[in-house]
């Protein structure tokens, strides 16, 4: 065998902070939402609260285990821009996290995962990247869903 010199540890260690590091920050500094079953139309409620206006509104269900309902909703704001928000609904909280990891595991930029992910119980809420727009207006509607704040 071979002695490992002190170089050799020194770039060990530095992988291993670079990868527990972070993973470690997510872990400390994150709430995993409970899982729970949602009643109502979330999306909806929230674009509606907002001032956002709902143009369409269609059934999907991907091929995703444990996927029991979705829509993907068309929504405009002010200026008649219009944005497309998914929401799909989980069976388990299980399947609810495995479409999360998948999500974060399928970087683009800077290590980054294409759009954002919102989680309201059972729901994953996706908004795309270029609805940043929307996304300062919907996404304060979307807490205050997840915290159960009723005005």
Do not use: C
């Not at 872990?27 to 509606?48: D, F, Q, S």
């Not at 729901?123 to 996304?135: E, G, M, T, V, Y």
């Amino acid at each position: 065998m071979t002695d490992i010199d002190r170089e050799t540890w020194a770039v060990i260690l530095i992988i291993l902070l670079v990868i527990l590091l972070p993973i470690g920050a997510l872990m400390i500094w994150t709430n995993p939402e409970p899982y729970h079953v949602t009643t109502g139309n979330l999306l909806r409620e929230a674009a509606e609260a907002s001032g956002l206006k709902v143009v369409s509104d269609k059934n999907i269900t991907p091929p995703i285990e444990g996927v029991t309902g979705g829509h993907s909703y068309t929504v405009m704001d002010e200026e008649g821009r219009s944005f497309t928000i998914y929401a799909q609904s989980f069976d388990s909280s299980a399947s609810r996290d495995a479409a999360i990891r998948a999500h974060y595991s399928q970087s683009v930029g800077k290590g980054r995962p294409l759009g954002e992910l919102i989680v309201v119980g059972d729901q994953l809420i996706f908004i795309h990247p270029n609805s940043a727009s929307i996304r300062k207006v919907i996404v304060p509607e979307l807490k205050k869903k997840k915290a159960g704040i009723q005005e």
